[in-house]
Each structure stands twice: as C-alpha cells, then as structure tokens.
C-alpha cells in the first residue's frame, strides 16, 4: 500500500533514526498511551481459535470508559464496567466474524481503492495536500501502538464491509404502499385524552388517596374500592359517554389531554414506555371506535385512553418530495440494518466464541 502512495509523492521518503520515531509518538500520542500499549493484558475473548487483540479491545474500552467518567466521574459502578466490557469483546468479534466471512467469499478491495481512501482522508492532509511524512512516520506507527492492529489493514476491512452492506440498501428498495403506508404514519397526528390509576392504593401519590382531612361519616364507600376497580369503573362511564368529572373528583384523579403527536412519540401516552399489543392498539383506534377494548396495564398504572382528534399534516408539493426521497432512504437503511443485525447473528450462531472469565 505505501507504494501505491508513494507514487504520488514528489520528495524522497526522510529516514529517520529510531529514537526521533519514538519521540514523535510521545510529542503526539502522548506518554500514557504508550505505557497502556506495552501493558502485557489477557486476551479477552476468541472467535473461531483466534484471539481478539488486546491492546485494541484496551483501546476501545478505554475510550467507553472516558465516556462513562464523564457521568461517573472516578465511581464508574460495577455493572457498567462489566457492561462496557462485553460491549467492546462483543463489537471486536462481530468485526472479525464479517471481516473473514466476507474475505472468505473472495471479496477484496484493491490497492488502488484503498489508496485513494487514504489520499482522500482529512486527517492526513496538509494545506489540502496529502502528507506523506506524516502518515507514514508518524500516523501508521501511532495508530499500531495504540491499537494494536494495521491501519490499512483495518481501513481495508471496514471499506470492504461497507461496500458489501451497502449493497442491502440498493437491493431492497420499499414498494409504492409501503412508502405510502410509511408516508401516512409519518404525517398523521393523533390526540389522547387519558387518565391513569396507580395500582397500589397504599403507595398512591396525592392523585389518587381519599381526603385525609374529610369527616369519616363523609367518607364514600368506593374509597374502599381496589384501584383496579377504579379504572374499570371509569372506563364504563366513560364509554357510555357518561361525564367522568365527578368520578375524578370523587377519586382525586385527573384527566389530561395530550398534545397532537406522531406515531414515533406513541409511547408518550404511556409516559414514555408500552409494550408493542398496548402501542398497536391505540394506533389502531379511529373516531368512530376511540376506546381501547379494556382498560391497559402498563408498568405501575391502570390506563383508560380516549382517541380524541386524528389529522393528516398538510404539506406542499415540494416538502412532499423532499419527505418522501427522506423516507425511502430512511426505510432503505432501516431494512439495511435490519438485514446486516440478522446475517452478524447467523454467524454467531455458527461461530466458536469464548470470552475471558473477567468479561462475562
């Protein structure tokens, strides 16, 4: 590969001595990191018999790590590190199971390709130019120090990956109706009128407990009702277009009516969370049949949900065309990934993994 390159530099290649080299990666990786490279460390996991580098297992863990710390500062919990861990060991043996699948199809890309991928990289560029010097004496020997593996080699890979998924979202152009289908959703806003009951009348907040401070002889006997019960009631009344005000009142509940959303926020009806047969099921209501078929639990409440108002966004003709070659390259990459998730699994599947005792 650096003769490719080289065929596109004017000056001679400067031999430097070793200890320049040396200092160059200090002045520009940094003392730590190349301590961390020389760190002698336990393979982390194997695929297939071969063992997932170290050095670039460390090196990626290191960089989840900033981020956590960020949160975390120096108290990174347990399971978090332990989460990171698998993480890195996971994303490094999905690299290596497509990395020798795809190559033991006999796909490549040529010298040509990657030279022109590096050529091409901001990073290794110099008042718009290429920097041969840097990339050669200072770049490629960082990046092995501090990862452990071959840039080229690495870059080569994940070109090679990308032109090979890439073809998913060329091959699997959506229909027509799914396009229509996705367009409808996209621009269609429902409104929700809701009431939620806690399940636990005895860890109720103030929304749903009976007045403290009313005389006892005052008290109504559905204070002693089940919160379960509550909702069913409330549900009933509600369907037979009953006003439900009184029963609030009576329960200390409240009702609230949501702001126009979209498909993609549905589950803000649920305060932020659903499960997939309670979120169809409220997509599915229409003006005419606005009420769920029963009352819906979900996480720590009873839900009554009312339809209230559902309306199409009106668009122009050019913010039309704009959301639709939007959505067909949203729903082309969405099938993309879905696609490339299914084939990393399948080689899962059939592959040979062992993670180090520490990673599990």
Avoid: C
Avoid at 119 to 145: I, W
Avoid at 201 to 213: F, G, L, Q, V, Y
Avoid at 229 to 258: C, H, R, V
Avoid at 332 to 357: H, M, P, T, V, Y
């Amino acid at each position: 590969m650096l003769n490719v390159l080289r065929k596109n530099k004017e000056s001679v290649i400067i031999k430097v001595i070793l200890g320049f080299i040396i200092l160059s990666f200090a002045a520009f990786f940094g003392i730590s990191s190349m301590e961390k490279g020389n760190l002698s460390v336990a393979v982390p996991a194997s695929v297939n018999g071969e063992g997932i580098n170290p050095v670039r297992f460390n090196y990626y863990l290191d960089t989840q790590l900033e981020q956590l710390k960020s949160v975390f500062k120096d108290n990174i919990p347990p399971e978090y590190l332990a989460s990171a861990q698998a993480n890195v060991a996971n994303l490094l043996i999905n690299r290596q199971l497509i990395d020798d699948t795809i190559r033991g199809y006999g796909f490549r890309i040529s010298p040509d390709e990657l030279a022109e991928h590096i050529k091409n990289n901001a990073q290794f560029q110099r008042d718009g130019k290429f920097d041969f010097n840097y990339y050669q004496d200072r770049y490629l020997p960082g990046y092995k120090l501090q990862t452990g593996g071959s840039y080229e080699k690495d870059a080569s890979a994940e070109l090679l990956s990308e032109k090979i998924f890439g073809e998913f979202k060329n091959i699997m152009e959506p229909t027509s109706e799914e396009l229509e289908r996705r367009n409808t959703i996209d621009n269609t806003l429902f409104s929700f009128s809701v009431v939620k009951v806690f399940m636990r009348d005895n860890d109720a907040d103030a929304e749903i407990k009976p007045d403290a401070k009313a005389p006892a002889d005052n008290k109504k006997t559905d204070d002693k009702i089940t919160p379960e019960q509550k909702a069913q009631k409330i549900f009933d009344e509600w369907k037979k277009g009953t006003n439900i005000q009184p029963l609030l009142d009576e329960y200390k509940l409240s009702q609230t009516n949501m702001p126009d959303i979209t498909y993609s926020k549905i589950k803000s009806v649920f305060g932020g969370k659903g499960e997939i047969k309670n979120l169809k099921e409220i997509i599915s209501l229409t003006t005419e049949n606005p009420f769920t078929s029963a009352v819906i639990k979900e996480d720590n409440y009873y839900y009554i949900v009312k339809l209230t108002d559902i309306k199409k966004t009106e668009t122009s003709s050019e913010e039309s065309e704009q959301s639709l070659t939007t959505l067909k390259e949203t729903y082309s990459e969405e099938i993309a990934s879905s696609l490339q998730s299914a084939f990393i699994k399948d080689l899962r599947k059939d592959a040979k993994i062992q993670f180090n005792e520490q990673i599990k």
